[in-house]
DNA sequence: TACATAATTCAACAGGCGTTGAATTAAGGA
DNA sequence: TCCTTAATTCAACGCCTGTTGAATTATGTA
């Protein structure tokens, strides 16, 4: 509770980080439009001009921090090594690992929330990721018609769980171990792969 | 364009409805929080306390424009009396009969949007029409193990669905027919409500 | 016709927001 | 040690928001 002073701390600490962290916090709870900056520069025991100072602008700090998480990214590319038979178990496993991991779920919070409420730079994000790291990779796996359609139908069902798990918190999805909701998602989602 | 006059308008024109509208629109368009009083009453051609006289507040104005579309209800009674091997094929059919209705699908949008971001009212009533409407009364329909888990999941796959086609707009599911989207998706929510 | 009441706008308020520029303090190299 | 530079806060701006109260006009009733 050391009282606030002028000018630079001493020491040589990371605020910069602190700002982001808070940030990420701040928008997977309340997305975009609800965040306020004197609310993450309060939440990173800073002043809000700092957070200019850093990032510029809010939308800036905003695309800053809705980075996907390399992890993320990392994990899903071992799925696409898998085989077929496989692909269904393997998508929702890697996904609700993610997700069930503190620091990735405050980030994907947030692009979530903000591309559901229209924000354009979350819109945007999540857009391009969906298509080039997810629905450009699985389409050509996919057997059957229409498999560009099937991928992302794929895909809705996972974002739909999530929205009702992480975000809307819903019972009984809300608090079920995720090992009874993959084994009874995956399945769909592995039959979609297959033609027909 | 008439000069607008201060007082009484002539004739009996029904401008509380219309003011409801403006709101079911601008709600629709840009969920709650984006959506402003004056955004509104300008749609309805309005002055804004004109809304306050009518509705009080924000928020009251914004309970009023979600109630869930009486169609919608009405026609998802009617789905709870199939037979149970029809259930998936006639669950998808009448959930995307009723988006691609205009009309219900301005409310339904706010609804969602709103849901999402973290908005209170909008997420208490999505949460209960989900529970009353839809999990109660499919559960019982329901084989094998957690059935009130597998409704949640047949309805987070529609409620997916809904949100990469009318939501995010992403393609190719955003301009799809219907027809394509419902063969795809039947099959996998009927197979949810079959045991195993 | 006179009058109560409903419908409508005008003008303003306080509060919160994103943002900016100047002032203050510490760190690090010459 | 001095001085440039980076980190940090202070104080304020202009704008937009939800909201309110008084003023104005029409409707409907007695």
């Known amino acids: 509770m050391s009282a606030k002073r002028t000018g630079r701390r001493t020491g040589s600490p990371d605020t910069r980080s602190e700002i982001l962290d808070a940030a990420k916090r701040v928008f997977g709870k309340v997305g975009y439009d609800r965040a306020t900056i004197r609310e993450i520069a309060n939440e990173a025991d800073v ?17 800053t921090s809705i980075e996907i998480p390399i992890p993320a990214v990392e994990k899903l590319q071992s799925v696409f ?29 947030g692009i979530l929330r903000s591309a559901m409420g229209g924000e ?59 090992e009874d909701i993959v084994e009874l998602v995956a399945p769909r989602i592995q039959s979609y792969a297959a033609g027909e």
């Open 47 to 63: 002043d809000p001009s700092l957070i200019y100072h850093y990032f510029g602008t809010k939308d800036q700090l905003f695309a």
């Open 81 to 109: 090594a898998a085989d077929r038979e496989d692909l269904g178990r393997r998508l929702a496993e890697t996904f609700f690992f993610v997700w069930e991991q503190e620091a990735a779920r405050v980030s994907l919070l």
């Open 120 to 178: 354009h730079q979350a819109a945007d994000a999540f857009r391009q990721f969906l298509t080039t790291s997810v629905l450009d990779q699985i389409s050509p796996l996919i057997g059957g018609e229409n498999p560009r359609l099937r991928a992302l139908l794929m895909a809705s069902q996972l974002v739909g769980v999530a929205m009702t798990r992480y975000v809307m918190r819903l019972e009984p999805i809300a608090s079920a171990p995720i």
